[in-house]
Structures are given as C-alpha cells and as structure tokens.
C-alpha cells in the first residue's frame, strides 16, 4: 500500500483509509460485532493502517468495535475520531463546547481502548461557539498528549482559517467525489494554501458510483440514503448516464468504476486520502487495488470531459442536514 502526508503535518498515512461507520451506522443494520472486526483487520492485513469512527456512529457502537479491532496493532494504525454533536447523537443538534469537548475525548479514549486519539475532527461546526474556543480545547488536549491532530468536518472556509490560527488543522474531512465536486471551488485551494490534508468520505457517492445501485434499488430499514434527495427513484435513473460514463473508462483500463473513482480524487491532490467505507471483504480489497490505479493526463481529459457534460440530479442532503455544512 502506498502512503500519503496529510498537508504539513507529518502525518503519514495509507493512500487509502477505511471508513467504519457503516458497519453499525447509517447503512441499515449493523454487522455482527465479530464480522465487523473481521473486515477492519482484514483492512490492516492489506495494507491500510488509516481507520475513520465518532462517537456519534452508533451511537458509541463503532469506537467500541474500532476499539477493540486495532488493540492488537495500535501503534501501527492511525485512529480518527470526532466530537461535536450533542450527546454524540447527530440528530440531537451540534454542540463543541469546550467542557463536551474535554468529556468526548475521555470516553472516546476508554472505547478506542488507547491513550491518544490520532485525528480529532470537529464532526460539524457549531455556530454557537466561536471556532476559536473548539481550536483552543483541542489545543489543550494536544499539550495533554491525549490527541495528536486537529481536523474540522464538512467545514468552511472561513472556519478552517479561524481554527488554524489557533491549532494547525491537520485534515479537513467533506464529502468528495465524482458526483460532489464542490470542495474544489474554496475548500481545496485553501487546504493547499495552509498545508492542509483533504479526506473525501463517501468517495463512491455512497455506493452509487460502484455500478451497484440503480433506478429498482431498494434500500433497508434504517439507510439513510432513502433520504437523501439524490438517491430518489427518479433522480437514480437519470444519473445513471455517470456510471455509465465511469464504467466504459473503467472497462478500457482493465478496472471497476469504483476503482477509477477513487483513483480519479487521488490523482487531484497528493495530500488527498479518501476513506471508503464497506461491509465486505472482496469490496474492501477492490477498493485497495485502487491506489494501484495509474490514471495518464489523457484518462483524466476523458473523465473531466464527462464530468462537464453529465448533470448530476438531486441534492445530497435535505435542507436541515445541508444547512449543517459548509459553516
């Protein structure tokens, strides 16, 4: 497996990680605790030493299951994890007070089993606390030894300089993909100018751009797509032309569209780590042959050429959840 910097920071991990929370959160029901840790060593045995959690998946589940998945191998893994929502339940509303902020990092530790958190994420902003008071407290814990890295999720620009300025971010983690180039305007550029590393999550499109989805999908109780405007029957069916598009690249360089889509974000930016996530062993190793994927000038001409002709249909979130991003 190849590795990547995040930004300045030193911070060297895998080229590409493994997002967790599905295997007990957002995506129906949670895998077997046994099955789950399973996956997540099958991940270290391949190469990937980069794990993505928060107390809010689950709640508490997945930092339980991460937890006691990477305790063999700690100090060869780097652990991210986050703070931010009230009670670490997301649909209770955003809270970054600095005393939360203390308390999320002491129970986060005692389910991680360890005693540092690698990566810190600020899982959302919260408008009722100033950016510099969150950058503070988790300054204060990096002075504590008990985390080593700032991140901010689904930040913006405007808050990931006023953090910086207090606690150098290390990694600023938003949704990024084929299908959701919005980064690329103002969260990017900024990243580059500060040193920053970028961490796609849902770098598939939440599975969409696998192939694997279509217009007759039908999703379990409990996955959150089926509220996703985007995911909607109708606006499935017409995006499918995407897929289509990705496939055909796909098939001439002897690869699966989820392949070329992760190598297409890690040919944007060297400091760029996407983070997949799966429930399935033979999906986890597809997506790790991606960092093996070699995308030439004239791939990327074809896949940008089809990027600018293809509309995607339907917003990634409904408005209550949208207005939580980009703060």
Known sequence: MKTRKLGKSGLEVSAIGLGCMGLSYGYGPAQEKAAAISLIRAACDEGVNFFDTAEAYGPFVNEEVVGEALAPMRDKVVVATKFGFKDGISTAGVDSRPERIRAVAE????????DRIDLFYQHRVDPNVPMEDVAGAVK????????????LSEAGVASIRRAHSIQSVTAVQSEYSMWWRAPQAEVLPVCEELGIGFVPFAPLGRG????????????????????LPRFSPENRATNQAL??????????????????ALGWLLAQR?????????????RLQENIRAAAIELTADDLRQIGDALATIQVQGERYPAHLAARTGR
Request: proline share 6%; charged share 25%; no cysteine.
């Open 270 to 282: 060297p400091w760029i780590v996407p983070i997949p996530g799966t429930t399935k062993l033979v």
């Open 140 to 151: 204060e814990l990096v002075r504590a030894g008990k985390v080593r890295h700032f991140g």
């Open 107 to 114: 129970a986060s530790l005692m389910r991680l089993k360890t």
């Open 243 to 260: 897929v289509e598009r990705i496939a055909a690249i796909a098939a001439e360089k002897r690869a699966t569209p989820a392949q070329i």
């Open 208 to 227: 969409f751009l696998t192939g694997k989805i279509d217009q007759a999908t039908s999703f379990a109780s409990g996955d959150f797509r089926s509220l």
